[in-house]
């Protein structure tokens, strides 16, 4: 969004009659088993004609509850308490008759998986067309070719045929982009976003996100962004509230929230991201705990069990939402001034210029159940000793592996791997028809100590790569070897020796770990697979959860008992039960909210220095990417198209790909973000069945489009790029590179 169009919205929104959305006081509470379940409790806010309204908060913290009590969307049996008033017009507690001539003409909804909100037995076109004759009169001629008008306003390219296909055929981002379109038929008043971009690569979600100013700037309609990523909220919004457990906790001026946050869950929530601005070298700074059970919740304040500021009195009294001027008198917040920032924290004074590293403590520590400073030390103090022995261990390991021989400096090396899967027709006989082109040629090497990071969109090959280095999958051609040894061709029974060495942690740390099994006996197979004891095993399993910051005692639980953070730590002491050298990170920590991201990404750094490890660290996520990796390389549609240190690469990109990459990640900093030069990438990724020829990144290269001349794209079109070495071991796959300061 341009900075100019924010200032017309800032102007336009300055009318206190305007108001098109009024939420007041607004509780949801569902019946369940064991007691009543208050997922939302008094929301307040108002929203004015064309404003753009931010929510945020942890996962569980009633951001999308509130959007679905608004729409009506929630089942008959939650309990809504409150009001919501669409133009002067209530809408809680209307029918479904009633509520239906209000959806989609007055407000509307974009969810947040495209895939479950559109119908898959009918066309794009028909199920946009829908839309409109829902609540206009008009002919069906007219409602496709508003469709086909809808379909150009979001940038989806060849409008006309996209309207005969169904939403399988189209990829994720153009499914959102149809949801868009849908929503915006009716030019509502107010659009709802619920988490618009979550599961979309920041090149897609750019896209997304410029469809989405579009339907603003056609509709003149308010918008109310829910989602967690901060990066996203600072570019795209100019108020913002923060919800932790069900209530809104702050609330003011994107800037102010931002730059002065007053409550310390919001200033934890800042400390706690990766930054492409960032220092590297400083540690993030998690909050420490987990959210509270929402049915049992704390007496007093909700977020008091985990802020380091708690005292007696936010144990016993829950904190209003009031003024940050220390005025008590909500009746500017009431009237709506956009400029009012408020906050519910009984010393939100003593946090005036405070940073995140002045209230939370930067500890790889999981400290769920830990209740004091005290316990908090007793708790790094027990880990400190646990990872004392374990590195003692490992080099006992190590060096009776090695005496005699010098250890080679690369462990992993990669030359030429190439993996194609078949393409089979349908029918008995299931002849190949064709194949799927997921890694053509990469080869890397991964170091002692180091962090190699493989970096892309999704279906780039980065988790096939992954796959091939572990033996995992069989190569079509190449060589992968460990510490000089090849690995293809080797059988599982030849693997499983080198297995100790070569460990793997998945993406998702629920559907990794056995629901079945305690936690101590998912840790304790891989030592039983390889012949220790019980005993023997039984002693390490109480080490490792240790190492990893987990309570020993908590061993005899289930998966489903801990929390998405903890089950990752899980999955991490696992990996680590047979003294690996190299793990392999497969998106860890993508699933995770980022306080809790910031406790795992603290816990691998701890790790890696004290016990030597090597990581192979899969993401599409730069800024994380940024913070632990030390070298990176960057894939495209199963190619390689440039690798260099983290510092190179990110100070000075050199590959138009990459460039997009890194210019298309949010930065939580609301004028950065809306002041920096963006690359855009149109289109979506080729089909890896059927890859360009020549250059596979040129059908969507900003600089093939805009600025090469006939000559220079013919040779982009019929000639591969090779990775070539541009000095200091910087290395980009492109005819026509050249370096751009983005950061």
Request: hydrophobic share 40%; aromatic share 4%.
């Amino acid at each position: 969004m341009t900075t100019e169009y924010m200032n017309e919205e800032h102007t336009a929104g300055a009318d206190p009659e305007d108001v098109v959305l009024e939420v007041d006081h607004l509780s949801v509470t569902f019946p369940s088993d064991d007691g009543p379940l208050p997922a939302v409790r008094e929301v307040s806010y108002r929203l004015r004609r064309g404003e753009a309204l931010g929510i945020v908060g942890e996962s569980g913290s009633g951001k999308s509850v509130t959007s679905m009590a608004i729409m009506g969307l929630l089942p008959k049996n939650a309990q809504v308490r409150g009001s919501a008033r669409l133009m002067g017009q209530e809408i809680i507690g209307l029918s479904d008759k009633e509520i239906s001539k209000v959806r989609g003409q007055k407000i509307a909804m974009i969810f947040q998986d495209p895939l479950t909100s559109l119908n898959p037995v009918y066309t794009i076109g028909y199920q946009i067309a829908e839309a409109v004759l829902a609540h206009k009169k008009v002919s069906k001629k007219a409602a496709m070719d508003r469709a086909l008008e809808l379909l150009e306003i979001v940038g989806i390219p060849s409008p006309q045929q996209r309207l005969k296909q169904y939403p399988h055929e189209l990829s994720g981002g153009m499914r959102q982009r149809v949801v868009i379109a849908i929503a915006m038929a009716n030019e509502p008043d107010v659009i709802i976003a619920d988490e618009p971009t979550t599961a979309l690569d920041v090149t897609v979600q750019a896209q997304v996100l410029d469809a989405l100013q579009r339907a603003r700037r056609e509709t003149g309609a308010a918008l109310v962004l829910i989602t967690h990523d901060l990066g996203v909220v600072a570019g795209q919004v100019e108020r913002v509230g923060v919800m932790y457990a069900g209530r809104i906790v702050e609330m003011g001026p994107v800037e102010e929230v931002f730059y002065r946050p007053r409550m310390p869950y919001a200033l934890g929530l800042l400390g706690s991201l990766p930054r492409l601005d960032g220092d590297r070298s400083e540690r993030l700074t998690p909050i420490l705990g987990s959210p509270p059970s929402l049915r049992d919740l704390p007496v007093g304040c909700g977020f008091a069990p985990r802020c380091p500021l708690a005292r007696e009195r936010c144990h016993e009294e829950e904190p209003r939402l009031v003024l940050t001027n220390g005025d008590t008198d909500r009746a500017a917040a009431q009237e709506g001034d956009t400029t009012v920032h408020t906050a519910a924290c009984h010393f939100s004074d003593e946090l005036v210029g405070a940073e995140a590293t002045d209230l939370f403590r930067p500890t790889a520590v999981d400290t769920e159940g830990v209740g004091s400073v005290e316990e908090l030390e007793t708790a790094e103090s027990s880990v400190a000793e646990a990872r004392e022995e374990y590195r003692e261990e490992s080099k006992a390991v190590s060096e009776s592996a090695t005496e005699g021989s010098t250890e080679p400096e690369v462990l992993l090396r990669a030359t030429d791997l190439v993996k194609h899967f078949p393409i089979r027709s349908k029918g008995l006989l299931r002849r190949k028809v064709g194949e799927v082109q997921a890694v053509s040629g990469i080869s890397l090497d991964l170091r002692e100590k180091e962090t190699l990071a493989l970096v892309g969109e999704s279906g780039c090959g980065k988790s096939t790569t992954a796959r091939l280095l572990l033996n995992l999958i069989k190569l079509t051609s190449g060589e992968v070897s460990y510490m000089g040894r090849p690995l293809q061709g080797l059988s599982d029974r030849q693997m499983r020796p080198l297995r100790k060495d070569l460990q793997l942690v998945f993406q998702d740390p629920f559907a990794s770990l056995d629901p079945r099994m305690t936690v101590s006996d998912i840790i304790a197979e891989p030592m039983r697979i390889h012949g220790r004891g019980n005993g023997d095993a039984k002693d390490r399993v109480k080490e490792l959860l240790d190492l990893v910051g987990l309570n020993p005692e908590h061993g005899s639980r289930y998966p489903h008992e801990f929390s998405g953070g903890q089950r990752q730590r899980i999955g991490v002491a696992r990996a680590l039960s047979l003294n690996p050298k190299v793990l392999v990170l497969d998106e860890p920590v993508s699933a995770l909210d980022v306080s809790i991201q910031a406790g795992v990404i603290n816990l691998l750094e701890d790790l890696q220095e004290e016990l030597g490890l090597s990581y192979l660290f899969v993401s599409h996520d730069l800024s994380v990417v940024k913070h632990i990796a030390d070298r990176v390389a960057v894939m495209y549609l199963g190619k390689m198209v440039e690798t260099a240190t983290t510092e190179q690469l990110f100070s000075a990109p050199a590959h138009p790909y990459t460039q997009a990459l890194i210019s298309a990640i949010p930065l939580p900093d609301p004028v950065k973000e809306r002041t920096r030069e963006r690359i855009i990438v149109t289109g979506d990724i080729p089909s890896p069945a059927n890859p360009p020829s020549g250059c596979r990144f040129r059908t969507r290269c900003p600089k093939f489009a805009n600025v090469l001349s006939d000559a220079q794209r013919t040779k982009c079109v019929e000639e591969p790029p090779e990775l070539m070495d541009r000095g200091t071991g910087h290395r980009d796959a492109c005819h026509y590179s050249e370096v751009v300061e983005l950061i």
